[in-house]
Every structure is written in C-alpha cells, then in structure tokens.
C-alpha cells in the first residue's frame, strides 16, 4: 500500500497511472530514449561555424516572392506538383510551439529550392515547408536545460552551419511518494528482461521513413479523461526517477483505440512496464506509443488510416488501474501529446 506523503497535483491521485521503474533515474515508464542508438543515422556533416540568418518575417517572405518573380512562382508551383510538398507547413497542420523541456521549437530555415536536412546532434530532424520557407520541428528533451540550444542544418549546395535558439524554462508538478522497498526494486530477471526490452526500443524509435505526414495534427486515439500528467516529475522514497512522458487517459478496458494519425506499424509487444504496445511511425521522424492495451488487432507492418482501430483499452504492464498511455516522439524525443492534437 503506497503512502501518499504528498498529493502532488490533483488528477494524480484518483488518476489512473503508468508506474515507473526502478529508482536510479535511468529507468521510467516509458523510459526516456537513451543519448545513444545503435543504428546510426544519415550523420550530419562536418560543421563550419557560421549562424543561419534569423527567420523570414512575412514581408522578407514577400520580398522573396517579388524576387522570385512570376515566372519563378510558376516553377514553384511545378516544383510543388512534382513534389507533393508544399501542404504541410500551414499552421492548422503543425503543432503548437512550446520551445520548453518536453515542448517543440519551430525553427526557420529559410527559402531554398531543395528541402534544406537539419539534425539534432547526430538525429534527423522533421523539414517541412515549401522553397520559400521551410522550418525545421524540433522535440525538446524533459531533460533539456533552459537556455540557448543548436541544430545543424544543411542546404543544398552550402556549407553545412549551426542555427541557434532559446529553450525556455519550465517547471513541471513533482510528486513525492513512500512506497515499501519491495515494489520499487526488480528482482535481477526482471530488471534484465527490462534491459533487453530498452535496448529493442532503441532500435524501433529510430526510424525515420517517408513520405514526411502531411499533417501532424493528430485525434485522440480513445475517448476519455485526459490526465495532464506530462512532465509530472516523480520521487519515489526520495529518490528521483524520470518523468513521465505521455498522456494517460481513463477508460474502461476494452474501450477502442485508434490511430492518432495515418501511419506505419513498426513495434507490436508485450513489455515489462508498458504492457502490450502498439509503435506506430507517421514519417519525418514522427511516432506514436500507445500501451496497457488488453488486446492488439494490428501486426508490424500495417498501414492505419487516422482513426483506424488498433487495439484496445486495459491495463496492462505496471499499472495502478485500465487507462491508456499515448506517447508522441519526434526526432527520437517524446514530447507533449497535447501540442498535437487537432481541436
Ligand atoms: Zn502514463
């Protein structure tokens, strides 16, 4: 029986809730994505130090257009045809921006006629936008500290440079549990089971495919009070452990799960702490968890249409009740569920 020796935030109490792993800090549930992968990404190239200019304001955007000319804007509209790009950069189809720990930065590449490739250290970023601006979506890390952070970005042609921004301060709810020893500790098989289980999530988290998702304004995958437990740090016998990185969301078990968004099924498994769990890969970079589900109607593979069935609702894993975990990770991060959704 856990003692409550602080509440913590309201929904914390009552809410249904993933349970973390041992306490040390590296383990969590879901586990925060190690700095390293084994698979190496395309790498970015050596850096020349040199600063992107600032971001275009809409009247540099407009002196690019009246550079560019009408016959220019004519290439850019068969270049957008040829493509099939050019949709995904409107604001109703982008994530709100929260350039905070656990948030997502929107940073401006500037014009160019090639999609410009950008990298968080050595992890392929999201690029999306048109030859007259693109933008690079970045997943900020819970663990980031405030303060100035750096992408590379490469433009066809140029040298490869360094793009600076600002990751504000946030502070998330911490919540202080005593716990008895003996449910925080594994026994030496399961923490092992744990292990092979991180190492195999490296490797499905990443994936980086195309097409880049057309939109990244994704729905709810089940219907449900949504607990607002993301960034929630926890302390369990005054040792910390990491925080949690998705959206729970009450329901009965057996209620459906969807597809948030159009994707690609590249993980099905029946994990340690997520219990059985569906990853599914939209493209660019960007993916979706979801875990506890009493029952998996999906195999690697498939293809889902948004709203398309997965799965459903239970409680799985180590849980305290049914309820869904949704986790959303863009370049290899997982970030606020709630910066995506479509309403
Ligand atoms: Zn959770």
């Not at 041992?22 to 130090?49: E, W």
């Not at 997520?274 to 009493?294: A, F, I, P």
Request: neutral net charge; charged residues 15%; hydrophobic residues 40%.
């Amino acid at each position: 029986m856990a003692m409550l020796a602080d509440p913590g935030p309201a929904h914390a109490a009552d809410h249904p809730r993933c349970t973390t792993g041992p306490i040390g800090g590296m383990l969590g549930v879901p586990a925060t994505p190690c700095p390293t992968f084994p698979p190496a990404p395309p790498q970015p190239p050596m850096l020349q130090k040199r600063l992107v200019p600032p971001a275009l304001s809409t009247s540099s955007r407009r002196a690019v257009v009246r550079a560019v000319g009408a016959a220019g804007l004519l290439l850019l509209g068969n270049w957008r045809l040829a493509s099939g790009a050019g949709e995904a950069a409107t604001e109703a189809n982008l994530p709100q921006v929260a350039p905070v720990p656990g948030g997502i930065a929107r940073l401006s590449l500037g014009p160019s006629q090639e999609r410009p490739r950008a990298w968080a250290g050595e992890v392929p970023l999201l690029v999306l936008g048109d030859p007259i601006e693109w933008s690079a979506l970045v997943g900020i890390p819970l663990s980031a500290t405030p303060g100035e952070a750096r992408i590379v970005v490469q433009i066809e042609g140029q040298a490869p440079r360094e793009l600076a921004y600002t990751v504000n301060p946030k502070s998330y709810a911490e919540q202080r549990l005593k716990v008895a020893p003996k449910t925080v500790d594994l026994s030496p098989e399961d923490l092992a089971r744990f292990e092979r289980e991180r190492d195999h999530q490296a490797q499905v988290i990443a994936a980086f495919s195309e097409p880049l998702p057309p939109s990244l304004r994704m729905r709810v995958p089940t219907p449900g009070r949504r607990s607002s437990s993301f960034g929630l740090r926890r302390v369990f016998n005054g040792q910390s452990r990491n925080p949690h990185s998705g959206m729970d969301i009450a329901a009965p078990t057996g209620t459906p799960v969807v597809a948030p968004l159009a994707g690609r099924v590249i993980d099905t498994g029946d994990y340690f702490f997520n219990g059985q769990t569906v990853w599914l890969d939209h493209g660019g970079g960007l993916l979706s968890m979801v875990c506890h589900l009493s029952a998996i109607d999906v195999t690697t593979g498939d293809v889902l249409d948004a709203g398309q069935r997965l799965g459903a609702v239970g409680a799985t894993g180590r849980v305290t009740g049914p309820h869904l975990h949704w986790g959303v990770m863009l370049n290899r991060t997982m970030v606020d569920p709630a910066l995506l959704l479509a309403e």
